[in-house]
């Protein structure tokens, strides 16, 4: 059990303009479920992608297994058992399931020529399908599936791999919690057969529940390592953040004003939105529940204007409103903060500077100096950690990027903010910035709508909460009567037979 | 040029327009052959037919090659270049007196190099396969045109004729359409059922991930190029065989002509997506399309201009299944 | 387009196929009309068969226009080959099949296999453009100098026939004196104007003692190589001379931009060869060999010529 | 031909990009000038400038539409036959008469509808591009030969000689070559400093996002294609002008050409990068070439061949710009 695997040893990385890794050792062990934790930013993917060959070190130790890999390259780590399950999606969508599990590996009738054995293949597949607990059959082209279940095939890739340590970066953001919990056991399964793994996530819980140790960074420093059942959240929201959080949810309750929207009837062609109906007003977080694929994001996109409304009627202020494009929807001041922000929310090889400003280039002629201070205003005031405003956005970390967005559509004269999965991958320090963020909006007497799995920050933050099923509303829970287990009924509840209890 | 894929749902029910859309190319191709059946009586002609199987084999080669290179996510605009060079130098080769394994395999093995070229620049200097193979394109007719000074090179022995104009018992089967069907064969058993087949949709439809799966993506796409380059020189071969000449200045613009018949075929430029049955459909839509016309007598300029309305409609065509 | 069917209700009529390389153009299109109209005269059903000009698979489908004929057992069949070499074989199985075949514009390898061929010969006709050439630079005291020459296509036989007569007519005219004159590289312009007049621009800038500049082919040289001139500012210092009339000459021949040029009668080519083929399907003995002899036009006259030959013109493909 | 937009695409060292952008093409233009003036004492005569200035509007005209459209992530591979078929309706509406402006204003807007066209279909069908355009390029130019039956239109008035070949005081500048300067000092301006320029990357790099973030992007792709279409009719004109006829075969490849300058100059297939003096620098490059050649007399078929070799060299230096 104490068998170290893994040493990583004062490792040092730089990139043009950020030091993204100033000496960070790590140790970990076999059978241990090991954190690795930090802000936005602090270089946990970085470090990991070192280990997985992707990038090199400018300096310091990679010892696996008790041999030492002076120059690590993605096709050793794979000979070396390191599995990876990437804080980014990366499949082959046009492939089938199976091919996606066993690329590279599949099972052959003639080795020789290279004659595959399908049969074999598909029963593999199904064994770990099986084992993931994932819904999704063998031959399924995986471009059709949903996140949540390309993010299991991710998991399932270092599985079937036979991995001795498994990287897992941020394995839950895409997750709804059943199937956070058929993870766990997955995890628990292979700490028991003495697999090494490295689990990097912002969701403090999470860590608690499933990590033996934490080794934390901050701004590519190492900080310490911990072991997780001698620790507070407090102290390793300290070590990680430097200061301590007062509180995780500032929620600053208000009195609702003036009907900012009114929706009925809405429902999309998909069918995935069934005869929604439902109200924001000014100066309220309206919190959208449910279970990943319950419809909260494909009702946002439709009332932004992002996919066409089949039926239903939107009102703002009181009037019908006509929404058929995002460019519609802005006009009448609502805006949508989308939950993948690399193919949705960003423009990743423009800078900063041009994606913060690309929701507001009023004039045809611009003027340059006063977009640049536009966007250096808004890197201080979010803290967006960059090294210029004329860095593309697409090396800024996760978390960085998510502020790049907030910033993009802060800089308009929206009135509603749709968030969906506002924070995800946000670090804790973030995360209550991007709340501070919220409760000045409604005092501005603006409105809020959050979606968001996280039911901690639904319940510390909406003032209303609309829980969906299936493409319908099931349920409007006041911030007093909300519970994690109403919650959790009502979007299990059959969306036909619950109809009747809606509103 | 990203799919999307996500619509692509299977609906639950399948309705006759789902079908349809499906299979709209052989749809299209369909209603071509009988609407041109209705307009000539010569288009269903012995005559017609046999020409128009012993015209297909040159551009189909290079198509199903061309799709291959297009799963795996890459282009080739210098593989009509390559036939011609591949073929002209076969022919150089059997008037000089060598025998026909000779000249065959020096061919194939031209059309190979050339193809290892491509691939190796493009791998080796990450370059865009678009682009260096409009490099190519020039630099292999121009070689070639050079060497042979433009002028076509006679006294061809008659094996070498024989190589596509050897009638298979009826009057409308030959041997090229023969060699060109076992190509298609093998080549959509290779890619259905085989590793390198496999590899071609992987690589295609994301690198990344199948390089971090293991798979060596830059050797692979050269293989990829390599054979590619082996089915170019093979159309060339046949193409100088049916023209009883090395002609160094045919086969211009097969290279893009073959893109548009995958493409039609359901291909895409993004890679990872394509067939070979839809290859072949694509081919034999165009020439179909292009052979009714000339059959109807009509104005080539007008030709020209309905071969570019039917690149449209058929893309048009495509864009309805793929919305499905 | 009544006449590209042999079973179109005209029953009875024997077919005839014609098979031109392109049917556009200055040279092409009089050919096309001088066939049809000497056709429907003698009451053959034609069917006229040609593709656009950039076909990329041109060859082949023309030999497949030949073998069609033959499978359709047409009664005769006119053809201009694009290589001698390239249709032989074919010509040689219509023969086989009984099938009187007259090819045009240029010939196959085994004469003994076609009745008679009908056109220019492209190596009198260069000649003939060369002597004329070297004729007048002798006339305007000119004994040394380089020379150029821009066609459509350096690949074509007939294109390399006539340089290799140019030359050669060239040479002989000019005797002793040839040795002082230099031919440089031959331009290629696939028939983009544009592109010999780049071409050739920069040889006048580095030859500045280019006297004189052939052009064969097409419209696209023959414009390339009279605006190159103008450009340059040579006009009556370097002297142009063209193979075929098109109306564009008339665009140059004011400002010297073209001396003169050889002609080759196409429409005379058009209805001889429907006639041979007439007399060989009736069984009549033919000559082997019907040449048009090309005619030298000097650029004075080149208005003049031109109103005789735009009346051949044939505005039927609209 | 997607790229995926993850870490690896992005350049190592971003600060130094713009300025290693144009820098590497700028050493193989200087070197090539270097070389071919030692060469040849003609080549930096003020006869070859004058030429060489006025052979450059045509394609450079044609290239910088190209590549706005790149960085918008599209293609025009029928920006040849638009500038044949508008450039030629020039002269003829000029042949009957019509005045000066009328003309001109004409011509660009049949180039502008053109351009409508490809950008409609492109949008309304969510088309490739490149098939697409490859198939209104075939029906362009067939419509344009059927209607001229492919013979030139002479007896141009002398005004329209003008456009392209008025002096301009010195002997080697003429008024093409002052239109053309006009539009790169515009475009480079526009693409730099107004809305208009910042969409076309911005929906270039990630239209999804764009259309997110309010831009309308269906409609600025067919703004861009119908500019890109008056600016290849433009492009006619001038040759048209120069070539002092109608000429309907005119400008065949010269969309290609132009997109192989582009890329040398720095955009690139997958969008959302290139500028346009990068554009200039690239098709200087490969016409300073061309016309080193014509002036060495080169053999046409070796100008061809090396042609294809520059366009090789030339992206493999950019690999090397880019890896730095
Ligand atoms: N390719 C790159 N080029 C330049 N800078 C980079 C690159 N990749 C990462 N960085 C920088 O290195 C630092 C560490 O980034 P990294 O992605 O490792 O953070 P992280 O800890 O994973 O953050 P998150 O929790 O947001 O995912 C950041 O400042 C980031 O901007
Ligand atoms: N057919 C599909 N193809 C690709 N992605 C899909 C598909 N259907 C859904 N997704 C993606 O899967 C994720 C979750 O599914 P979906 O959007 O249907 O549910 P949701 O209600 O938005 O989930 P959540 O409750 O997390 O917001 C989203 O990122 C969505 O874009
Ligand atoms: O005889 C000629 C023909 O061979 C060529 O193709 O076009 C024009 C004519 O001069
Ligand atoms: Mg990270
Ligand atoms: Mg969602």
């Known amino acids: 059990m104490e068998r170290v695997y893994l040493q990583m040893k004062d490792i040092k990385k730089s990139f043009p303009g950020v030091q993204a890794l100033k000496g960070v050792s790590l140790s970990v062990h076999a059978g241990e479920v090991h954190a690795l934790l930090g802000e936005n930013g602090a270089g946990k993917s970085t470090m990991m992608k070192v280990l997985g060959g992707i990038y090199r070190q400018d300096a310091g130790e990679l010892v696996i297994d008790g041999v030492n890999c002076p120059v690590m390259t993605p096709e050793q780590a794979q000979r070396l058992g390191i599995g990876f399950v990437h804080q980014e ?46 819904k999704a059959k063998a031959t399924d082209i995986v471009g059709n599936l949903p996140t949540a279940q390309k993010q299991l095939l991710e998991i399932g890739k270092a599985i079937s791999q036979q991995a001795k340590l498994i990287i897992f970066d941020e394995p839950t953001t895409a997750l709804g919690n059943a199937d956070v919990v058929l993870l766990f056991d997955v995890i628990r399964a292979l700490k028991q057969d003495g697999t090494a793994i490295i689990y990097i996530s912002h969701r403090l819980k999470e860590i608690f529940e499933i990590c033996d140790r934490a080794t934390v960074l901050r701004d590519g420093q ?84 992002a996919d066409a409304i089949l039926q239903g009627q939107i009102q703002m202020n009181g009037t019908p409103v006509c929404i058929r494009e995002p460019r519609d929807a802005i006009r009448q001041g609502i805006c949508l903060l989308t939950e993948d922000r690399k193919q949705q929310g960003l423009s990743l090889l423009m800078s900063v500077a041009e994606n913060i400003n690309m929701t507001n280039m009023k004039n045809a002629i611009l003027n340059r100096n006063k977009l640049r201070e536009t966007a250096e205003a808004f890197v201080r005031s979010l803290r967006i950690k960059t090294s210029s405003v004329d860095a ?85 829970l006041d911030r007093v009567e909300a519970t994690q287990e109403k919650i959790l009924t009502l979007a299990t509840l059959g969306g036909q037979q619950s109809e009747s209890k809606a509103q | 040029m990203k799919v999307r894929l996500n619509e692509a749902v ?41 020409n128009f199987f012993r015209q297909i084999p040159t551009v189909g080669i290079v198509t199903v090659g061309v799709t291959m290179l297009l799963i795996t996510g890459k282009v080739d605009l210098s593989a009509g270049s ?135 993506v830059r050797r692979h796409l050269v293989k990829v190029y390599v054979l590619e380059g082996s089915l170019a020189a093979l159309a060339g071969l046949l193409l100088m065989s049916n023209l009883n000449v090395g002609a160094p200045g045919e086969a211009a613009g097969v290279g893009l002509f073959a893109l548009a018949a995958a493409i039609i075929g359901g291909a895409a430029f993004s890679g990872g997506i394509g067939t070979m049955s839809g290859a072949v459909v694509g081919i034999l839509t165009l020439e179909v399309f292009r052979n009714g016309l000339a059959v109807l007598g009509l104005n080539s300029f007008i030709q020209q201009a309905v071969t570019g309305a039917i690149i449209i409609v058929a893309v048009v065509v495509d864009y309805y299944r793929r919305r499905r | 387009a009544g006449t590209n069917s042999p079973a179109s209700g005209t029953a009875g009529k024997k077919t005839l196929y014609f098979i031109p390389i392109v049917d556009t153009g200055a040279y092409w299109s009089p050919m096309k009309k001088a066939a049809e109209d000497h056709a429907r005269e003698l009451g053959y059903n034609l069917v006229f068969k040609t593709s656009p ?162 052009s064969l082919g097409s419209e696209g040289p023959d414009t390339g190589v009279m605006e190159a001139i103008k450009s340059q500012g040579k006009a009556g210092k370097i002297y142009h001379f063209g193979f075929d009339y098109t109306p564009t000459w008339e665009n140059g ?12 009668d196409s429409y005379l080519i058009g209805k001889t060869v429907i006639d ?24 004075a006259q080149i208005v003049e010529y031109g109103k005789i030959k735009q009346q051949q013109f044939t505005t039927e493909t609209k």
């Open chain 1, 89 to 134: 999606l990366n499949l082959a969508e046009a492939l089938s399931v199976a091919e996606n599990l066993f690329m590279g590996r599949l099972p052959y009738k003639n080795k020789r020529l290279g004659i595959i054995d399908y049969r074999k293949l598909y029963n593999d597949t199904e064994a770990i399908l099986k084992k993931l607990g994932a």
């Open chain 1, 222 to 305: 190492y900080i310490g390592t911990v072991v997780m059942r001698d620790v507070t959240q407090n102290t390793l929201i300290r070590m990680m953040v430097g200061r301590d959080i007062n509180e995780l949810f500032p929620k600053v309750a208000r009195q609702a004003g003036d009907l900012l929207m009114e929706v009925e009837g809405l429902s999309d062609y998909a069918g995935k939105v069934k005869n929604v109906s439902f109200q924001v007003r000014r100066g309220e977080i309206v919190g959208f529940a449910g279970l990943v694929g319950s419809g909260r994001t494909e009702v946002v996109r439709l009332l932004f204007g």
């Open chain 1, 392 to 476: 593309p956005a697409g090396i800024l970390s996760g978390g960085n990027q998510q502020k790049v967005v907030l910033a993009k559509w802060l800089n308009t004269a929206a009135e509603l903010f749709i968030f969906d999965e506002p924070t995800k991958g946000i670090d804790v320090g973030a995360k209550a910035e991007i709340y501070g963020i919220m409760n000045e909006l409604i005092k501005d007497n603006k409105a809020v709508i959050m979606i968001t799995s996280e039911l901690p920050e639904l319940l510390g933050m909406a003032d209303r909460i609309y829980v969906m099923c299936e493409g319908r509303l099931t349920g409007n």
């Open chain 2, 10 to 50: 299977l609906p639950a029910k399948w309705e006759w327009r789902d079908i349809a859309l499906q299979y709209s190319v052989y749809i299209v191709l369909a209603g071509l052959i009988v609407a041109f059946s209705f307009m000539s009586p010569m288009f269903l002609g012995k005559a017609n037919i046999g």
């Open chain 2, 82 to 216: 390559i036939a011609a060079f591949a073929g002209t130098a076969a022919v150089f080769l059997a008037v000089k007196g060598f025998s026909a394994p000779v000249v065959i395999l020096a061919s194939l093995i031209i059309g190979a190099l050339w193809g290892l070229i491509n691939g190796f620049f493009i791998t080796r200097f990450d370059l865009d396969s678009f682009i260096l193979t409009l490099g190519t394109d020039y630099m292999i007719r121009g070689i070639l045109l050079f060497f042979t000074n433009g002028i076509y090179i006679k006294g061809v022995p008659d094996w070498f004729y024989s190589l596509s104009n050897t009638r298979l018992g009826v009057d409308f089967l030959f041997s090229n359409t023969l060699v060109f069907a076992v190509v298609v064969v093998v080549l959509a058993y290779m890619m259905k059922n085989t590793r390198f087949g496999r590899y071609c949709y992987a690589v295609g439809s994301n690198p990344e991930a199948a390089r971090l799966s293991g798979i060596h």
């Open chain 3, 53 to 214: 000009p950039t076909e990329s698979q041109k060859n082949e489908k023309h030999i497949g226009f030949l073998q069609e004929a033959v499978t359709n057992q047409a009664a005769g069949i006119a053809i201009a080959p694009m290589d001698p070499d390239m249709f032989d074989r074919k010509v040689r199985e219509a023969k086989d099949a009984g099938i009187p075949i007259v090819t045009f514009d240029a010939d196959v390898k085994s004469t003994e296999n076609r009745v008679a061929y009908v056109g220019t010969d492209n190596r009198l006709a260069g000649e003939e453009l060369g002597k004329q050439a070297a004729e007048y630079l002798k006339s305007k005291g000119i004994t040394r100098g380089k020379l150029a020459l821009a066609a459509v296509n350096l690949t074509q036989t007939t294109m390399t026939y006539r340089q290799e007569g140019i030359k050669k007519g060239f040479e002989a005219v000019m005797g002793a004196d040839s040795a002082n004159f230099t031919w440089l590289e031959a331009i290629q312009d696939n028939d983009q104007a544009s592109e010999s007049k780049r071409q050739l621009e920069g040889q006048i800038t580095a030859n500045p003692d280019m006297v004189a500049v052939f």
């Open chain 3, 253 to 264: 021949v004011k400002d010297g931009l073209i001396t003169g040029i050889v002609d080759q």
């Open chain 3, 276 to 299: 041979i083929l007439d007399k060989a399907v009736r069984g009549e003995t033919v000559k082997n060999n019907y040449p048009i002899p090309v005619k030298w036009v000097d650029a």
